[in-house]
């Protein structure tokens, strides 16, 4: 990986296009530190002791919702417009038939995602200003406040949405992807640092030790997840068109054991918050203590690594539809050795998908469920730096690389 970033810096177009990311690293920086204005961050605090509810969406945000900055809500509304109209285009003809258009199509999808993107920003803000204030965290509870609130946190959002797609096309990897990866990445000094201080003050080495070893054996683990691929050899017949001959070429249907990606993850948590969010809605002592067995360890974990399961198998029938897949082979003169055109090839291209997502989904749910697991085993409960993220940190790393590589391979790059 040192290698590809020393010779992508030797490529002037490469060069101008990292600079342009590290300038959006640190611009980001710079406003997960300008704060909403009217908020007690005392209080604020305090919201954050459990860490069941906002652990999560503060960690993808890099701190900015602890410290209630301008960037608060994070990209995360977007990523959810971004999934609802994707599982749309599957469900409405219509945007199916949108979507299968091309450029034109895409755009028109793109814009509908940002206004909904806006919608789900205001809808949060308000969600939020409503639990901050039961909470005591809001110094003034004036029309005035509330619109500069809200508007605020909406304003960040829009400008992370706007800074993700900038990055996508005048940058190198997933602007979206990248921006979440920044989050994850600015709330590691912090949590090191807590972490450090705690194995020193209760000479807790054993157990910094474990930490260590196990956060090691997760990101190799993760990359062999993200890397394993299951190859389907497909035969294309010949074709002779006049004096040419078209096809007789064998390539493959790459099929990942992660198709998935953390989508389902994101799924999971977002209904995880659900009994949380009603908790600060309905302050009744039945409803509280309900609340609070829920999240507990045992149930929440118990909870959450079935959620992951089941949206697994749910997002990647979504993704990876087979008889699609085997109807435009059978129009293009493709088949699988051994299996028959059409329906069969089908059958075949979905058992195989079966099994393969269903590997995917104990992994996914496993590393959902791991930071609990590791912080009861070591008791360093500062370290949240979980499966979740180490999953997000690694794959952004990989693909970021393969995007350099591709270009250093399109330009013949004699070092590379």
């Known amino acids: 990986m ?10 002037p177009e490469l060069r101008s296009k990292l600079v342009y990311l590290l300038g959006v690293f640190l611009l980001y920086a710079f406003g997960m530190h300008i704060p909403v204005p009217g908020i007690n961050h005392e209080a604020l605090e305090s919201m954050f002791g459990a860490g069941t509810l906002f652990g999560m969406w503060d960690l993808f945000a890099g701190g900015s919702l602890r410290r209630f900055s301008i960037f608060a809500l994070g990209i995360m509304p977007y990523i959810n417009a971004s999934i609802i109209f994707q599982l749309l285009t599957v469900v409405i003809p219509k945007l199916e038939e949108l979507a299968k258009e091309g450029e034109t199509g895409q755009k028109q999808i793109a814009q509908w995602t940002r206004y909904l993107t806006i919608i789900l920003g205001f809808v949060q803000a308000i969600g939020m200003y409503v639990m901050l204030s039961q ?21 960040g959002t829009a400008f ?19 921006i979440i990866f920044i989050g994850i990445v600015a709330s590691l000094p912090t949590q090191i640092g807590q972490t450090a201080l705690i194995v020193r003050d209760y000479s807790r080495y054993g157990a910094a030790i474990v930490l260590t070893l196990v956060s090691i054996a997760t990101v190799a683990f993760i990359i062999l997840i993200h890397k394993g691929e299951r190859k389907i050899p497909v035969q294309y017949a ?31 948590v977002s209904i995880l918050m659900f009994p949380a969010t009603i908790g600060q809605f309905i302050p009744h002592p039945t409803v509280q203590e309900w609340v609070a067995k829920f999240n507990s360890t045992l149930i929440y974990n118990v909870s959450y690594f079935i959620l992951v399961f089941m949206f697994t198998f749910f997002y990647t029938a979504v993704v990876f539809n087979p008889k699609d897949i085997a109807e435009r082979m059978k129009r293009h003169g493709g088949f699988i050795l051994g299996i028959r055109p059409g329906k069969p090839t089908a059958e075949y291209l979905e058992r195989i998908m079966i099994r393969i997502t269903f590997m995917g989904a104990l992994f996914l749910g496993t590393i959902a469920v791991m930071p609990s697991v590791v912080m009861a085993l070591t008791d360093l409960n500062t370290f949240q730096l979980g499966g979740t993220s180490l999953l997000i940190m690694v794959g952004v790393i990989l693909d970021t690389v393969q995007h350099i590589e591709a270009q250093l391979l399109m330009r013949h790059y004699e070092g590379f």
């Not at 110094?139 to 909406?154: G, K, M, P, Y």
């Not at 068109?241 to 993850?265: C, D, E, F, H, L």
């Open 2 to 11: 040192l290698q590809t970033l020393s010779n992508a810096f030797k490529v």
């Open 135 to 155: 909470a005591g965290a809001i110094e003034n509870t004036s029309i005035l406040n509330i619109f500069v609130i809200v508007t605020t946190l909406v304003g």
């Open 160 to 178: 992370l949405m706007w800074l993700g797609e900038e990055v996508s096309q005048k940058g190198i990897g997933n602007g979206v992807s990248l």
């Open 238 to 268: 010949k074709r002779v068109v006049g004096r040419k001959v078209y096809g007789g070429q064998t390539t493959y249907i790459p099929m990942k054991v992660n198709s998935a990606g953390v989508i389902p993850i994101i799924f999971a």
